[in-house]
Every structure is written in structure tokens, then in C-alpha cells.
């Protein structure tokens, strides 16, 4: 196998994450909208906790890209 082969199908497979960040992204807004719709009164205390989790959250797919990118690119 050539090398420039190995690299694409090894940056490929470092995105493989990102399948997990869709997917735990879709469960925090699922759930942030489930809570507000039940409780419109906590919209303030569950702001803060739901864009702390998606921040986190999605750190998770920016670190799967970069090591992608550093995979490809070295």
C-alpha cells in the first residue's frame, strides 16, 4: 500500500467521531427542548448547562478534524 494511501484512509477513519458528536448533539438539543417545554421557567438555569454541553460537545469534532487534518497534511 502506498503511503498517500495510508494517509487517507487513516484520516478518514480519525472522522469517525464525528458520528458520535451528531448524534450526542442531536440528544442535548432533543432534551434541552423537551425540559423548556415543560418547564419554560428554567429557561435560564438550562441555557447555561446546554451551551456548556454543546460547547464541549462539539470541542469533541473539532479535535477529530484536527488530528485528521495533521494526519493528511504531515
Do not use: H, Q, W
Not at 435560564?44 to 495533521?70: H, M, P, R, W
Amino acid at each position: 500500500m502506498e503511503l498517500e494511501a495510508a494517509k487517507l484512509i487513516a484520516a478518514a477513519l480519525a472522522l469517525l467521531p464525528i458520528l458520535g458528536v451528531g448524534i450526542g448533539l442531536g440528544l442535548i438539543f432533543s432534551s434541552y427542548n423537551e425540559a423548556v417545554g415543560r418547564n419554560p421557567g428554567a429557561t435560564e438555569l438550562l441555557d447555561k448547562k446546554f451551551f456548556l454541553t454543546f460547547a464541549f460537545t462539539e470541542a469533541l469534532a473539532i479535535f477529530a478534524l484536527l488530528v485528521s487534518f495533521i494526519i493528511l497534511f504531515k
